[in-house]
Structure formats: structure tokens, C-alpha cells
T-cell receptor
Framework: GAVVSQHPSRVICKSGTSVKIECRSL??????MFWYRQFPKQSLMLMAT?????????EQGVEKDKFLINHASLTLSTLTVTSAHPEDSSFYIC????????????FGPGTRLTVL | QQQVKQSPQSLIVQKGGISIINCAYE??????FPWYQQFPGKGPALLIA?????SEKKEGRFTISFNKSAKQFSLHIMDSQPGDSATYFC????????????FGKGTRLSVIA
């Protein structure tokens, strides 16, 4: 149990295009999901907190108009990188909070974004 | 975000040995301390977590030791195996898992035969 999936696992796009990344909790409902970004050999940095049915909360320095987050259901949150540029190339990881049981966050497998 | 300081940055341990990774925090509001294991190109996987009401928690070969007064916690991997070679992150949050995790910088563990 407690499986979180992400799609796609890898994406390569041209500069200026938009990319959507999906995060799904497969066997539990998640009212809260988190989006992190990880550069090579570095730690995870929180980008935003996604709450079902409400606006996401962004961390300082993260452009909300560039990184659009939609948490449309209790099992799905999406991150759209708009007008992507090479500096947006990174490993994007989501996590979902599961209540009850271990009462903890479970992470997805990550999405490798490369912007050419 | 409040910092969580993790050391060492890298660690080489012989097969069968004990791997020890340490973390320290400042925010006394933190009350949830998980450890994650991450392999290259993969997302972090929860290993073990502890709350301040206990000083130690053991799951298989993995043990967390927690010192509330010192605001420190550590991960011990007993009988380390080459398959344990990965990057380990400690983390903390102030309210179970429903709040964003603050991560340490990670420890790259290499277990050599």
C-alpha cells in the first residue's frame, strides 16, 4: 500500500513550451500533496504545498505563475511548468500525505525534466 | 525553512559494519523525524521515522536514536550491505507528516565488500 505514481518519468522539451507532470496516490486519498525539486547531488527543496480544492501554497522564491499546481481530486495533483527554460531542468518529486496508519508522507518516483 | 544539519556528507563502510548518520535541528516545534533512502534516479523511500516521545526505534537493521535535549537524531544501519549503498536523507516537520518536510543535505553511503 501507500503507492504514489508520477507521470511522465522523463520528459524532454524545447525551451518555451509547457510541461505537465501528474502525481497520483494510487491506493489512498491525499488531501495534501507536496512538490519538491532536486538538483543533481543535492537535497530536496520544497516548491509548494498542494491542498485539494484550494490554491497551492508556494515557497518563497518559487514563481506561482510559472509553476502551476492543480489538486483537482483527492488522488491527483498536477504541476505544470509553463514556458520552460533550460534552468528549469531538474528532478521533480511529489509526495502525498496519508492519514491514519503510519500517518506520513510517501514519495513518488520523480520526473526528470530536461529543457533544451 | 528551519535547517536540519546532516553529517557526514559521504560515508564508506565495509560490508558487515555499522553505518552511522547524524542529524541536528534547531526548531523545537519539530515533532516528526523520518529517514529516507534514495537510489539514483528514484524518489525517496521512507525507511523509518520517530517521534520525540521515544528515544529509540528499531526496524530490522535500521535504528533511529533520538536525543531530545540535544536536538539530535541519528540513523544506524547494522550489518551494512552493498545493497544499502544509496543517499540517505534525514528530515523533520512540526506536525506529523501533514506539513512540509525540511530535509538534511543527504549522506552518500557506499558499502564496500
Amino acid at each position: 500500500g501507500a503507492v504514489v505514481s508520477q507521470h511522465p518519468s522523463r520528459v524532454i522539451c524545447k525551451s518555451g513550451t509547457s510541461v505537465k507532470i501528474e502525481c497520483r496516490s494510487l491506493d489512498f486519498q491525499a488531501t495534501t500533496m507536496f512538490w519538491y525539486r532536486q538538483f543533481p547531488k543535492q537535497s530536496l527543496m520544497l516548491m509548494a504545498t498542494s491542498n485539494e480544492g484550494s490554491k497551492a501554497t508556494y515557497e518563497q522564491g518559487v514563481e506561482k505563475d510559472k509553476f502551476l499546481i492543480n489538486h483537482a481530486s483527492l488522488t491527483l495533483s498536477t504541476l505544470t511548468v509553463t514556458s520552460a527554460h533550460p534552468e528549469d531542468s531538474s528532478f521533480y518529486i511529489c509526495s502525498a500525505y496519508r492519514t491514519g496508519g503510519a500517518d506520513t508522507q510517501y514519495f513518488g518516483p520523480g520526473t526528470r525534466l530536461t529543457v533544451l | 525553512q528551519q535547517q536540519v544539519k546532516q553529517s557526514p556528507q559521504s560515508l564508506i563502510v565495509q560490508k558487515g559494519g555499522i553505518s552511522i548518520i547524524n542529524c541536528a535541528y534547531e526548531n523545537t516545534a519539530f515533532d516528526y523525524f523520518p529517514w529516507y533512502q534514495q537510489f539514483p534516479g528514484k524518489g525517496p523511500a521512507l525507511l523509518i521515522a520517530i517521534r520525540p516521545d521515544v528515544s529509540e526505534k528499531k526496524e530490522g537493521r535500521f535504528t533511529i536514536s533520538f536525543n531530545k535535549s540535544a536536538k539530535q537524531f541519528s540513523l544506524h544501519i547494522m550489518d551494512s550491505q552493498p545493497g544499502d549503498s544509496a543517499t540517505y536523507f534525514c528530515a523533520a516537520s512540526p506536525n506529523s507528516g501533514n506539513t512540509p518536510l525540511v530535509f538534511g543535505k543527504g549522506t552518500r553511503l557506499s558499502v564496500i565488500a
